[in-house]
């Protein structure tokens, strides 16, 4: 789990090279939503992660799944990036990869950080239309029909391609490749390996390096208890935690129930 992996102490950033790779839920979404156009209209998914090399066995997973094919980014020089480098990093291989694509897919947000700002960024950086938090959509020639709950209204929006949409966890149920096309996804795989230099990236501009976040600290909050033993009657052992704690009760619901309890007394 994401809330086990420790810390770097020098960069602030999680050991995802100690992490067991795994698709990220609202990805996975993602990529069955790419399924499902696919099945529709045709076309070719690729699909696309950034991180340490054992990521690679994500890209296995979605290859089984039915990607045509995947990309993996990495290299030591692309670790610790922020949302903002990491968006700059994923255009660039897209342009590499895909130039012509017509629909960006990604989850909405990832399991770690869950800060659901790589979609938008990421829109940014390719210069084309971008909708957030889509749970479902149709394609109708060159325009995307989409739904949404925002703001507990459902919301109706269309987006002309070439464009990007973020999926929700609650878009569709992601698939479960069979053992038999598991076997052969990591026999023949088609996957293409890409660090810094093959997107013509300089060190400097991405990972750690090129992030205009920095941490300054990192630390697990702790609550702190402390155990009060009251004693005697029950009316004896209101009387004191209405004294005591009545400022404290008052405030967290909005009311002088302190004085409210002494109108109400016998």
């Not at 990036?81 to 130039?99: M, N, Q, W, Y």
Request: glycine share 8%; proline share 6%; charged share 25%.
């Amino acid at each position: 789990m994401v809330s086990e992996l420790p810390w770097d102490s020098k960069t602030g950033t999680l050991r995802r090279d100690l992490a067991e790779g795994m698709m990220n839920p609202a990805c996975a979404n993602a990529l069955e939503a790419a399924f499902q156009i696919k099945r529709r209209y045709g076309g070719d998914i690729i699909t696309i992660t950034m991180g340490p090399p054992m990521a690679e066995e994500v890209l296995y997973e979605a290859t089984a799944m039915g990607a045509d094919r995947g990309v993996l980014l990495t290299d030591p020089y692309m670790a610790g990036g922020d949302t903002f480098v990491t968006s700059h990093t994923l255009a660039r291989a897209i342009e590499k990869e895909c130039p012509d694509f017509d629909l960006v897919l990604c989850g909405c947000h990832t399991s770690d950080s869950e800060t659901a700002q790589v979609g938008p960024q990421l829109a940014e950086e390719l210069d084309i239309p971008g909708v957030a938090y889509v749970e479902q959509l149709e394609i109708n020639n060159r325009t995307v029909r989409m739904q949404r709950l925002s703001d507990n209204f459902f919301e109706t929006l269309e987006m002309d391609l070439p464009g990007l949409v973020t999926v929700t966890t609650q878009a569709n149920a992601p698939r479960y490749p069979s053992l038999s096309v598991l076997e052969t996804a990591f026999g023949k795989p088609d996957i293409s390996i890409l660090g810094a230099a093959d997107l013509g990236l300089e060190p400097e501009t991405i990972g750690v390096q090129g992030s205009p976040t920095k941490i300054l600290d990192v630390y697990s909050s702790t609550a702190k208890k402390k155990n009060l033993i009251m004693k005697g009657t029950a009316k004896k052992i209101v009387d004191e935690v209405f004294e005591k704690f009545g400022d404290r009760i008052s405030g967290a619901i909005k009311k002088d129930l302190k004085t409210h309890y002494h109108e109400k007394k016998p």
